[in-house]
């Protein structure tokens, strides 16, 4: 069995890791939620026959697949453009804010 790499990471530089993680708090939790919400719904649209249901769960699977890859773009986006993080190494800003479109 392979370490964890974020275990690694926190052992490695732990300034660092407590600064992003707490920077981008709401995007970890909403990549958590959304894939939360996609595993569920995968295994609840088999044990439902009815179609509006299947549908339902269709939807909340490309709408839980949907959101990961846009998070993740925004948070590498947000730090190849560089966050402002204070002396105290604290994250000063919120984490949309940085977000522009691909050229």
Do not use: Q
Request: proline share 10%.
């Amino acid at each position: 069995m392979s370490p964890d790499p974020s275990g690694a990471m926190f052992a490695a530089f732990p300034d660092w890791y407590a600064t992003f993680f707490s920077g981008f708090y709401l995007a970890l939790f909403l990549l958590i939620v959304a894939l939360i919400f996609r595993g569920v719904a995968i295994e609840f649209r088999s044990k439902d026959a009815r179609p509006g249901r299947r549908k339902m769960f269709d939807a909340f699977i490309v709408i839980g697949s949907l959101i990961p890859p846009f998070i993740w773009r925004v948070a590498l986006g947000n730090l190849l453009h560089g966050v402002p993080i204070s002396a105290h190494l604290n994250y000063g800003d919120r984490f949309l804010p940085y977000e522009t479109p691909m050229p």
